[in-house]
Every structure is written in structure tokens, then in C-alpha cells.
């Protein structure tokens, strides 16, 4: 199974990478990712100055985790003089440098960061939504490297369009979609207190809690700007869901608040489960998943019921707690009354033994 996708000419052996945080912080963390065998490299995020991180900085949960980390921890030096020339030589897959986050941040640091990179990928968190700002951030980055330019798209941008249009006239390949969602909070009710956050108690908000959000804007980006480069984040935790992200449009995904959650394995683990789930749909390589169009549903507005597999029917009574029309009642068997049915599809959806059919 040919599991190798090309972007921005860049090739790689399987589309699945690190997206940049504290698994990618430093030269230790970068190759333990690299020995699970994604296909690049992506760094944490260096700027002009070390973060300063408020401590704790991670919590999380089975769907999301929060995090108060800001950039690298590590000053701009130790990347540039130790961690890059040494991955340099010893990286037998592309190394992708995200920098951030001002047009004199860049034009600082892209000349020295230019002879280690393969591509750059910009963090927009902390410039504002203004598109002004960031025409002038991708031009100070061309002006210093032919290198290929993927901005990162925040979820705070008004406008994904707009901001992928000024970013690719300005001189960027492709974008990044998407970033962490906040400010986000996490109470403790008992203490009552904020478990962590920033000076206002903030945090961002990223992993399989964000993906719908995530595919959505990838599809939107990928329908208006059919050639450039788009590298699919956000909640990606299984082969499935690097399977859609290809299918919304993306060239390659990027994932890291999974491994946060669910254990550092699962990159290894979904890279190994991916050519079985390809086969399994019927695909015969990751280009042709990139190459498939992805239909979207007619839209009608008339009602299609429930039909229930009775032999499948646990009887666990969710398909009645949950319906909003109150259309489901149970006694011996689930029964679906027509007249009150609106064919929503929240029936089948939760039903957790798949038993219930006809609506999706």
C-alpha cells in the first residue's frame, strides 16, 4: 500500500506528522516522534525570546485536552547552534520549523532557521485577526527563504478565506487548519479556583473535541483554493480520521493532543492501522483518497424513519431517553411512531449496537 503523499514539493512516506507543542520540543522529544515513523517533522514553535509557562499547563480528558503552554521554553540560540544542526544530520525525512509571530520576529529569524528547514509553518495564536498584519508577516518570511511558507490558521480569524487569500498573494504555499480554539476555561468547583490558564485564567482548547470544526474549515479551504497546499489538524486520533481529513481535502494531517490523551504510541499505531483501513475502503493508496471527490449529502426535507434490526436491539432504551419528538417509546420492542418522527438522525447516531437504520 502506497501510503506517500506530495505537497508544496515536498514528498513524504506517510501523511501523518506532529503538529508543533511539547512533544516536539526539543532534540530528545523530535526524535523519539521521528522513531515512530512519521513522515516529517514538525518543531515546536521558536520565537525571539524563551516562553515563560505557567505551571500546571496541560489537563486533559478523554475528549479534548486544554493547555496554557506558549511557544518553546528553550531560547532561539539553543535551537539554532544544538537542536536543528543536529536533527539537520541526522533526519532522513523532511523537518518542518514552526516559527512565530511578528514580521520582526521573522525577519530575524527565518535567515537562521533558513539552512535547516524544509518548510516553514508560521503560528498566527498571538498576532490578532487583522489581514494587514499578516500580508506583512508572510512578506518579511519570502523575503528571506524560497523555502515553502504554510500558515497556521486560528480559529479566531473571522474569515479562513479571506486569510488563506492574503496569505498565499503575500507569498505562502498552503495553511495549516487549524489551530487550538480558546480562550477556553476549566473550573474546580470544590476549590473554587481555575485548575490552570494563564494570568487570566485561560487556556486553549485542542484534540477529538475540535475535528468537526477542523474538517469543516479544511473543506471550505480546500473548495475555494483547489491548489495549494492544506495540512489537516485538529483531533485526529485513529486512521479514520486521517482517512477524512484527506477526503475534506488535506495533503497531510498533522496531531499531538491524541498522543497527550490516549499515550505517545499512537503514532505508530495509526500509521500501522492505516494501509488496513484504506483496503478496507477501498482505496489503493493515500493519493488516490487525496484524488477523491467528496460528495456532499442532497438536501431534502422530507422525513425518512427509523428502521430498527429488533434481533440487534439491546433494548437499552437510549434511542427513547434521547429522541427529541418523543417519537420512540419501548415496551417489548422499540417502536417508532410516523407521525411524530422527524427523521432527524439522532436515533441512529447514538445507538450504540447499530441497530437502528434508514435515517442517515
Known sequence: MDLSTVFSNIKI????MPASGPLVGDYEKIKFIDSTGVGAIVTKTISTKAAEVPRPCIYGENSFVMNAELWSELPPEQWINNILPELKKELNKPL????GYSKEDMEFLIPKLDKYADAFEIS???VGKSYDTIAEIVKAIRKNTDKPIFMKLSPHIPDPIEFTKVAIENGANGIVAINSLGPTMKIDIEGRKVFIG???GQV???GPAIKPLALAIVKILRDAFPDITIIG????????DVIEFLLAGANAVQLLSSALIFGKDIYERIIKDLPKKLEKYGFNSVQEVINTKLEILDIKFKPNNPVVDHEKCTL???CEKVCPYFAITIDEKVNVDPQKCFGCGLCQSRCPVNA???VL
Do not use: F, Q
Open 13 to 16: 512516506e506517510n501523511p501523518v
Open 96 to 99: 518542518i520549523i514552526s516559527t
Open 124 to 126: 498566527t495564536h498571538y
Open 198 to 200: 494563564n494570568d487570566k
Open 204 to 206: 486553549w482548547l485542542s
Open 233 to 240: 489538524v485538529g483531533g485526529i486520533k485513529t486512521a479514520d
Open 316 to 318: 437499552c432504551r437510549i
Open 356 to 358: 437502528i437504520s434508514g
